[in-house]
């Protein structure tokens, strides 16, 4: 479980963040959408320590993080797997190289074992035999599925997703959300993602927050939001014919 | 400026933090070594062999009198190798060829979020890439210039043969005669800290780079001009409390 407490984040004048606050559950897929320049990614580096909260507090099963230092962070650190925008894949290393790397700096595993690991993860993902290419050689779909791959070398608890279907095909969507899913059931692990697919929202969205203008303006299920009557989040999810379309229907 | 010396002198000092496992940062090291010390050999072989035939022709056209013995252009040729075109304008160009890839490859880590990874990881960013440049480039640059310096000697000797300014025997005699092993010393504690000046000075700039591809270029840009004047610099303090 996450928790975050009266979460501030102000870049020189420009207040992101206005004191969120939000629990994010072990074993469910947690999503914070809103659009765009809402807050989503900065909430989200916020709460990994990429940027240090101008005010509030993180806890990672009641281990209060913002308030320790780079070392003590490293234990957490290790159970946190994390899949970036552009899957943040390292160039100079091939597939399976990157996937041992957090492998080869935390744990005292033989190649052997690292090696099978990495081929377990591959296997996982659907990118059997792709070992030795590299992210060059890769497609979009492929990149983020290696960047999955790498994200449960270490079999975290906690999983971070940072627009995962950004630049990605609507078919390739769904697989890479069908994928998060099953992995945050078979790991049993607190899945945050970032995402402003609305295919994302209702196809996974066990726990969803919305964030407007730098606050939380709603938090439920993918069940409720059909029949919230919160505007800001209407105007956000049914912007599109198709949805409003989908809705009428349900 | 004093803020950008902070940053730096932080950035160095997270740099040599106890890395998490010494092998792995030990394979980077080596890497990099290659990268630095094998990939500019080819380079700095060429301006080493021309600008030591360059100097000794041009010292021979200098020393035209009767009176001044044909063996000093050797000798001269010898100190302004060791001294200054081995260690300064080696390193001016490999400020170029190393500085630039430096910044460029741990900038675009930081734009396209690789260096995020590490940090998500709990990997010591800063001590995964710049230590292992900078200790590759203070064990490399000083190795390349000693290469230089022998390839620039040999230049020189090469162009007494193809022009024949000087006799090869004058040029011999005068590249042995006065030799003073203070000179090669003054040429190693350049090298060492033109090395240190252009991988902390470069992976400075990548490492602090924001934005996309256009600022990825502008902080090698910035990296390579920064280093080169910072070398000019310390060219002078060193040479001004060595001799």
């Known amino acids: 479980m996450i928790e975050i407490k009266d979460i501030y984040k102000t870049f020189g004048d420009n207040e992101v963040l206005k004191g969120i606050s939000a629990t994010f559950q072990t074993g469910k897929n947690n999503l914070i959408i809103g659009g765009s320049g809402s807050g989503k990614t900065t909430l989200l580096k916020c709460i990994v320590g990429l940027h240090e909260p101008t005010k509030g507090q993180v806890f990672f099963e009641d281990e209060n993080f913002t308030e320790m230092d780079f070392t003590d962070r490293v234990p957490i650190r290790t159970q946190i797997g994390m899949l970036f925008q552009n899957s943040a894949l390292f160039d100079s290393m091939t597939v399976e190289e990157n996937i041992m790397f957090p492998l080869n700096l935390f744990t005292q595993q033989s190649k052997a074992e690292k090696q099978d690991r990495a081929n377990f993860c591959l296997e996982r993902v659907n990118l059997k035999d792709k070992n030795k290419l590299y992210p060059a050689e890769l497609s979009g779909g492929m990149k983020k599925r290696v960047g999955i791959a790498r994200a449960i070398s270490m079999q975290p608890k906690f999983l971070f997703v ?84 989908a809705k009428e229907k349900l | 400026m004093f803020q950008s010396l902070g940053k730096y002198i932080i950035l160095l000092g997270l740099s040599f933090k106890k890395p998490e496992k010494f092998k792995v940062y030990w394979a980077e090291v080596m890497r990099e070594m290659v990268s630095v010390g094998v990939g500019s050999l080819g380079i700095i072989s060429i301006i080493s062999v021309f600008i030591g035939a360059a100097t000794t022709i041009q010292v021979a056209f200098q020393l035209s009198s009767p009176l001044v013995p044909r063996s000093i252009a050797g000798s001269i040729s010898r100190d302004s190798n060791i001294l200054e075109f081995s260690p300064t304008i080696s390193s001016l160009v490999l400020a170029g060829r190393v500085g630039s890839n430096f910044a460029s490859n741990i900038g675009t880590m930081r734009v396209t979020e690789q260096i995020d990874a590490l940090e998500i990881m709990g990997v010591n960013a800063p001590g995964y890439l710049i230590a292992p440049k900078i200790l590759a480039s203070i064990t490399m640059v000083p190795l390349l210039v000693v290469i230089s310096i022998a390839l620039g000697i040999t230049g020189g000797y090469i162009a007494c043969l193809v022009t024949g300014s000087i006799t090869p025997a004058d040029y011999l005699m005068g590249v042995h005669d006065g030799f003073d092993g203070l000179t090669i010393r003054v040429a190693l504690v350049k090298a060492f800290v033109f090395g240190f000046l252009i991988a902390s000075i470069c992976s400075y700039q990548g490492f602090y780079t924001t934005g996309g591809a256009l600022e990825v270029g502008q902080s090698a840009t910035r990296g390579v001009v920064f280093s080169c004047v910072w070398i000019l610099f310390a060219d002078l303090m060193i040479t001004s409390l060595m001799l």
């Not at chain 1, 069908?178 to 066990?206: K, P, Q, R």
């Open chain 1, 162 to 245: 940072d627009e995962p279907n950004s630049g990605l095909d609507p078919k390739t969507s769904i697989l890479i959300d069908d994928l998060i899913n099953d992995l945050t059931a078979e790991y049993n692990m607190t899945t945050v993602i970032v995402t402003h697919d609305m295919n994302s929202v209702m196809g996974i969205g066990d726990h969803i927050i919305f964030l407007h203008q730098g606050q939380k303006w709603w938090e439920g299920s993918n069940k409720d939001i059909a029949h919230t009557d919160n505007q800001e989040l209407n105007d956000f999810v049914f912007a599109s014919k198709f949805m409003q379309a």
